[in-house]
């Protein structure tokens, strides 16, 4: 639920950054963190395992420009791909006003992506919000690699709302601000009411 | 939709702001905030400075999201107060009336048993206040205020140094 608060004049939105495990989550909010000034960012909390796993969140706030005069905040999340940790995964995602869904391209990967896009469903359900009309963009992630899934095949398989797409390859960047931005516009769109 | 609005008019907010003030101040605290249960910062007492406040919020609220997961896993209502105790600084903890976090940081110039006290005034002092301002929810809405962004207002958000970075 985007945070607007009428004494400070800012509004703050929360993007969680969804999929199966490894599909490049964390790797999006690194790259995010990197390529973003000082002033524009705060502190990156990554709450991981020592394999770098996503135990809990990442975590980062981002400073962005102004709308109406409001100065406008994303908090970006991601949560832990791995199937075990589905009550973390859960925890995070309320709140929600957005969500990147990151599918892994890679072939052997596809049942991870439809279990992980179902339990996303489930989760949402939990909370009370919809998969249907949350404001959602897809990533087709790990563009760089051989074997991939054809992105025809990715979106019959996943992007039923036809919403935007991405494909990208976050490890060198590429498609990583494009994500971003397209969800972040579908986010603010929902601000008009 | 959105089961919050009621937190984002100001009036609240100056409300709360003069009541972390008070608190802070009788409290011997070095540090008061109240954030929500996702993890956005509400409204903090001044000379809040030294600490970083958005990093906090997140972490706290993931801290009290978790405990209340385990709460409903052994069948409890709720945990309302966390504790973490350090070599220095100490964290109060208390999740007040199910709807805000407030966090409370303090060091050896006070003690565990004033911090307590004073949150419990604090809590109740706060009753009246949630209370109204639950009533009070449902009329706030946008004003229309943002029913005319455009494409190119998004676009500017991010900046013109960010464009070369968003190439795909
Ligand atoms: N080749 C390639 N590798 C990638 C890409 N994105 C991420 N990786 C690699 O995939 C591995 C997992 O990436 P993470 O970002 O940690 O994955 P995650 O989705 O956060 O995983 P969990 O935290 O377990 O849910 C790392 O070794 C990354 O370097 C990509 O676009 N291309
Ligand atoms: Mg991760």
């Given amino acids: 639920m985007s945070f607007i608060n009428y004494s400070t004049k800012e509004i703050n939105c929360k993007i969680v950054y969804y999929g199966p495990g490894l599909c490049g989550k964390t790797t999006n909010l690194r790259y995010i963190y990197e390529k973003t000034d000082e002033k524009s960012k705060g502190k990156m909390i990554s709450l991981a395992t020592e394999s770098e796993r996503t135990l809990f969140f990442d975590f980062m706030p981002l400073k962005l420009g102004e709308i109406k005069g409001f100065k406008v905040r994303f908090h ?32 052997e990967r596809m049942d991870a992506n439809l279990d992980s896009f179902d339990n996303l469903r489930d989760n949402l359900e939990e909370h009370g919000y919809n998969l249907d009309n949350i404001p959602l963009v897809l990533q087709y992630n790990k563009r760089d690699l051989p074997d991939l899934i054809p992105v025809s095949e990715l979106e019959q398989a996943l992007n039923y709302r ?14 990583v601000f494009p994500t971003l931005k397209g969800i972040a516009k579908e986010v603010i769109k929902k601000l008009k009411g | 939709m959105n089961d919050k609005k009621w937190l984002y008019d100001e009036e609240i907010i100056n409300k709360l702001s003069e009541e972390l003030e008070l608190l802070k101040s009788e409290s011997g605290a070095s540090a008061t905030f109240l954030i929500d249960k996702d993890g956005q910062l509400l409204t903090c007492a001044s000379h809040n400075t030294e600490y970083d406040t958005t990093s906090i919020a997140a972490l706290v609220a993931g801290n009290v999201a978790a405990t209340d997961g385990l709460a409903k896993l052994l069948g409890e209502n709720e945990f309302s107060i966390l504790f973490h105790e350090g070599e220095n600084e100490h964290v109060h903890i208390s999740l007040i009336y199910k709807m805000v976090i407030l966090v409370v940081i303090f060091d050896e110039s006070t003690s565990l048993g004033l911090i307590r006290l004073r949150v419990k005034k604090f809590v109740n002092r706060l009753k009246d206040l949630l ?10 809405n946008n004003d229309g205020l943002f029913d005319d962004i455009t494409d190119d207002d998004i676009e500017k958000l991010f900046g013109p140094s960010d464009s070369e970075t968003g190439q795909g």
């Fill in chain 1, 162 to 175: 036809n919403v935007q797409y991405f494909e990208a390859s976050a490890l060198t960047g590429k498609g």
């Fill in chain 1, 76 to 107: 970006l999340y991601t949560v832990p791909g791995q199937v075990f940790y589905n009550a973390s995964r859960k925890l995070i995602l309320k709140g929600a006003d957005g969500i990147v869904f990151v599918a892994d391209s890679q072939i």
């Fill in chain 2, 131 to 140: 209370e109204n301002a639950e009533k009070n929810k449902r009329r706030e």
